[in-house]
T-cell receptor, first 115, second 114 residues
Framework: DADVTQTPRNRITKTGKRIMLECSQTKGHDRMYWYRQDPGLGLRLIYYSFDVKDINKGEISDGYSVSRQAQAKFSLSLESAIPNQTALYFC??????????????FGPGTRLLVL | AQKVTQAQTEISVVEKEDVTLDCVYETRDTTYYLFWYKQPPSGELVFLIRRNSFDEQNEISGRYSWNFQKSTSSFNFTITASQVVDSAVYFCALHSNSGYALNFGKGTSLLVTP
């Protein structure tokens, strides 16, 4: 089984709808991240969490919210989806115990289309 | 400010050719980490290598090799004898002491044709 899983893998929604993307990990890592990928722009950080009680905004947090329900679960919500949130969304995890510059491991991604 | 530049947007080679993907980075930190990830057509991101700023030794893993040069702020990736399965988008990324996440380049799309 994959160490980092994301559900759903694909989602089509309409403008104005609220949707939630979920991420679970079995790696035992304390840090989790949400990124979005747009063609030609690389990956940009939306939110990150260094532990269950620690949530921080990333580069492009407007229009998104997150919840760290447990060490292993980190969900991303779009309160009112808009078309320019159409993108590929990745969850990632890392282990702070490995020291600075720890490797981030990514989930398989969720393709979101907002009509 | 931190920045990663992958100037090559797309590269196309014929199978068995060697290919080098360029990565140039900017950071004011003296301690930092560089990464390469591979994104095949299926979409997932696969970790390839992590290198810290104190270790300039080049690394080879099978057909893959990485050349880290602090003097030119570059961390280039070479695939020797490329294969069709190497076709993917490759991302270079930077993490430093003052950052909270990875700074990604925009990626280089590599197409290897038979």
């Amino acid at each position: 089984d994959a160490d980092v899983t994301q559900t759903p893998r694909n989602r089509i929604t309409k403008t104005g709808k609220r949707i939630m993307l979920e991420c679970s990990q079995t790696k035992g890592h304390d840090r989790m991240y949400w990124y979005r990928q747009d063609p030609g722009l690389g990956l940009r950080l939306i939110y990150y969490s260094f532990d269950v009680k620690d949530i921080n905004k990333g580069e492009i947090s407007d229009g998104y919210s997150v919840s760290r329900q447990a060490q292993a679960k980190f969900s991303l919500s779009l309160e009112s989806a808009i078309p320019n949130q159409t993108a590929l969304y990745f969850c990632a995890t890392s282990d702070s115990l490995t020291g600075m510059g720890e490797t981030q491991y990514f989930g398989p991604g969720t393709r979101l289309l907002v009509l | 400010a931190q920045k990663v530049t992958q100037a090559q947007t797309e590269i196309s080679v014929v199978e068995k050719e060697d290919v080098t993907l360029d990565c140039v980075y900017e950071t004011r930190d003296t301690t930092y980490y560089l990464f390469w990830y591979k994104q095949p057509p299926s979409g997932e991101l696969v970790f390839l290598i992590r290198r810290n700023s104190f270790d300039e030794q080049n690394e080879i893993s099978g057909r893959y090799s990485w050349n880290f040069q602090k003097s030119t702020s570059s961390f280039n990736f070479t695939i020797t004898a490329s294969q069709v399965v190497d076709s993917a988008v490759y991302f270079c990324a930077l993490h430093s002491n003052s950052g909270y996440a990875l700074n990604f380049g925009k990626g280089t799309s590599l197409l290897v044709t038979p």
